[in-house]
């Protein structure tokens, strides 16, 4: 069966060859009575897949991360009764640490 591309035969030129006559591009054949449809294909066979033990491992990882929230509660709640009771600390070298260790993973 021929490679067709927008009614063109494979065995047909997209464009003007050389030494054709003028830059004229090569005319629009689709409606061409010898451009017909080729009937549909037999059906193939249907495509087989089989995963790997390590892809059905990260699936159901990957279930278990979209199933957890997105926000710790009970850590929020802590933080937040730290807070409100003026005893939360704030570890200005960790905070230091870890913006250095972002702006290194930005280069």
Known sequence: MP?????YKATQPLA?????????????QSSDASVSSAPA???QASDHVTLTDSARSL?????AIAKAPVVDTAK???????VSSG??????GRVAD???QFERGLK
Not at 16 to 28: E, F, I
Not at 87 to 92: A, P, R
Request: proline content about 7%.
């Open 3 to 7: 490679d067709k591309i927008s009614g």
């Open 16 to 28: 003007p060859l050389k030494g054709a006559k003028g830059n004229a591009p090569v005319a629009d």
């Open 41 to 43: 294909a037999a059906p």
């Open 59 to 63: 699936q159901k990882i990957e279930e």
């Open 76 to 82: 929020v709640a802590t933080i937040k009764q730290a």
């Open 87 to 92: 005893t939360y600390q704030i570890d200005s």
């Open 98 to 100: 870890k913006l250095l």
